[in-house]
């Protein structure tokens, strides 16, 4: 009688503790985040539309470098959405990786998929519209060179997307570079 008076009393304790922890919405609690806030090794420069999640840039230029081998087509970078940046990096680095004729020493998407900042390993080459929204949001990242930045948009064989970074009156149309050419590289990465 006693042990089943002690069995029963522990069944309820371990009960008990078990309801009391039980969080009414089954959530974690909500992170605000804020454009320019100083974030997983760099500055966040883009949050989605749940507030829970974005993009983060590097605080510093990588290098300048060419985008990769001209004459050369990478499928798959070809997108320019936010959100595709890293797949587009994977495919240029699959692409010379694959390729004969293509062996770069340095190249755009290497030089962030290498890169190591702030405890961070997992950087990537921005498509064409996160490098916009890093265009719309530099000053609060801040220290870019007035210049052109690389994209992992490819536009076709020849060509990828870039986008200047300064300021010029009548605006600079040009949206597209050859793929040989050095422009600047500033690495991203999601959270």
């Not at 422009?183 to 991203?188: D, G, K």
Request: aromatic share 14%; with cysteine; hydrophobic share 35%.
């Amino acid at each position: 009688m006693v042990r089943s008076f002690l069995k029963a009393s522990l069944i309820f304790v371990i009960m008990s503790f078990l309801l009391s922890c039980e969080n009414d919405d089954n959530s974690m609690p909500n992170v605000t985040y804020e454009l320019g806030q100083v974030h997983e090794g760099g500055v966040i420069f883009y949050i989605d539309e749940t507030g829970q999640h974005g993009l983060i840039s590097s605080t510093i230029d990588q290098d300048d470098a060419p985008w990769a081998c001209s004459q050369l087509d990478f499928s798959g970078a070809l997108a320019v959405e936010i959100g595709s940046g890293q797949q587009n990096t994977l495919d240029i680095l699959n692409g010379v990786n694959q390729s004969v004729d293509c062996n770069p020493v340095s190249y755009a998407a290497k030089l962030c998929d290498e890169l190591e900042l702030n405890g961070y390993t997992d950087w990537y080459l921005p498509s064409y519209n996160e490098l916009e929204e890093m265009l719309v949001n530099r000053e609060l990242i801040g220290d870019f060179k007035e210049i052109f930045y690389w994209s992992s948009s490819q536009y076709n064989y020849q060509w990828a997307r870039i986008k200047y970074f300064g300021f010029h009156p009548d605006g600079i149309p040009i949206n597209n570079s050859g793929k040989d050419s050095n422009w600047s590289v500033r690495a991203i990465r999601s959270f």
